[in-house]
């Protein structure tokens, strides 16, 4: 069974305190890891899908990256816009396209 | 481009009435769509897959008869939540693929149930 672990919970920073999310995952045949962000009361808003070990991609303030295990989003120079519940999702070669998510961890920026 | 819509944004029913959800893709054709449910402080939870023109594929739990899904074009699922009861409460989200075989699901804005 994948499973998908995030931690932090939560984390509070600073406006310009840079800082990372941890995605620890166990899949047999990932397919592919996706980065969402969540905003109170919203549905998920795509980010990134990484699919190889190494893999980085970038969006404004947030940078992705992924090894065979885990996942890190890194967030540089964050902005109280940015505070949101960030999630990890996996996706396995074996599992019809299905998203198996973690718990989410939930960041908070004050200005 | 991938904007997914969801009707209503919330609604509030009482115990034993149906509640129908709908998802629409709005600027692509979706094969596939999916449903979720999330509880306050809690991660998604996938209930169901749905394919066009074909029956649901339904988690483990999820009970078939209870919450029905249509998926009639390649653009419009349906959930329907039959004979709500309070626990059934919770917020409902979809999503769906650009095509089939496409890995990223583009997510709709949740429709938030409340049985009383």
């Known amino acids: 069974e994948d499973q998908v672990t995030q931690s932090p919970e939560a984390l509070r920073l600073q406006e310009g305190e840079s800082s990372s999310l941890n995605c620890s995952y166990t899949?047999?045949?990932?397919?592919?890891l996706f980065w969402y962000r969540q905003d109170p009361g919203k549905g998920p808003e795509f980010l990134f899908t990484l699919y190889s070990a190494g893999e980085e991609k970038e969006k404004e303030r947030l940078k992705a990256t992924l090894t065979k295990k885990e996942s890190f989003l890194h967030i540089t120079a964050p902005k109280p816009e940015d505070s949101a519940t960030y999630l990890c999702a996996v996706q396995a070669y074996s599992n019809d396209y299905k998203l198996s998510f973690g718990a989410g961890t939930t960041v908070t920026v004050r200005a | 481009g991938a904007v997914v819509s969801q009707h209503p944004s919330w609604v509030i029913c009482k115990s034993g009435t149906s509640v129908k959800i709908e998802c629409r893709s709005l600027?692509?054709?979706?094969?596939?769509m999916f449903w979720y449910r999330q509880f306050p402080k809690q991660s998604l939870m996938l209930m169901a897959t749905s394919n066009e023109g074909s029956k649901a594929t339904y988690e483990q739990g999820v009970e078939k008869d209870k919450f029905l899904i249509n998926h009639a074009s390649l653009t419009l699922s349906t959930l329907t939540v039959t004979s709500a009861h309070p626990e059934d409460s919770s917020f409902y989200i979809c999503?769906?693929?650009?095509?089939?075989?496409?890995?990223?699901?583009?997510f709709g804005p949740g429709t938030r149930l409340t049985v009383l």
């Open positions: 600027d692509f054709q979706a094969t596939t």
């Open positions: 899949v047999s045949g990932l397919r592919g």
């Open positions: 999503s769906a693929s650009l095509w089939e075989g496409t890995d990223t699901q583009y």
